[in-house]
């Protein structure tokens, strides 16, 4: 028998230009869903999402990756997904693999790859360019912490020199608050709430007292 499951309903916020803004929830709440909408991986069955600018997004580690292939060859292959030509990438190709400080692996195919080696292949490129949108759901937590703290400088510079608008979703609050501005608490497919990051996250942790 066939039974109709809606992972969102009626969810309505938005986020302006410039903003770093948070989506928390417990698993299974539709975080994930959302950001894909908000990607254009997913169409909404009722409503409208509307982005203006272009977007950049780390949503599932791995898309957009062929594991058979080299690091090398997924940079080139992973930019052409995200919109950039082919001198864009050779142009900063060494700022890339840099970032992800993974050049003694580069000609290593990426089914060899660690999740937190795969995470940082990933960010690096898809913050090669200053996008009008950037992302984040929860690769960050993959990564050691080092790197971890390299990925919320680079947010912070593309926030503060580019004013590049900014999602992201974690189950760590305290780097929601310590990053977010505003944040959306998605319970169960529902919006419970929309806010400043440090009201809303202090309202989702109380759900388990």
Same mark, same amino acid.
């Given at each position: 028998m066939f039974k109709?499951?809606?992972a969102l309903n009626d969810i309505t916020f938005q986020v302006r230009r410039g903003d770093v803004f948070g989506l928390v929830g417990t698993n299974g709440s539709g975080k +994930?869903? %959302?950001l894909k909408i908000i990607a254009g991986v997913l169409e909404p069955s009722s409503g409208t999402c509307t982005v203006r600018g272009s977007i950049a997004p780390l949503i599932e580690l791995g898309a957009g990756f062929d594991p058979e292939l080299t690091a090398r060859?997924?940079?080139?292959?992973?930019?052409?997904?995200?919109?950039?030509?082919r001198d864009f990438i050779d142009s900063h190709f060494d700022e890339i693999v840099d970032f992800a400080e993974l050049r003694d692996f580069l000609d290593m195919p990426l089914?060899?790859?660690? +999740?937190? %080696?795969?995470a940082r292949i990933a960010f690096s490129i898809a913050t090669a360019t200053e996008p009008d949108l950037l992302i984040v759901d929860e690769t960050l937590s993959v990564g050691d912490f080092l790197f971890q703290q390299k990925c919320e400088e680079r947010i912070q510079s593309l926030i503060d020199d580019s004013h590049v608008t900014v999602m992201l979703v974690s189950h760590d609050t305290s780097q929601v608050e310590r990053m977010c501005d505003r944040c959306a608490w998605i319970e169960k497919g529902h919006l419970r709430m929309v806010g400043p990051a440090d009201e809303v996250c202090s309202a989702y942790r109380s759900l388990g007292d």
């Open positions: 109709e499951f809606r +994930s869903t %959302m060859e997924n940079i080139y292959l992973n930019g052409s997904l995200l919109g950039y030509s089914k060899n790859y660690s +999740s937190g %080696m795969v």
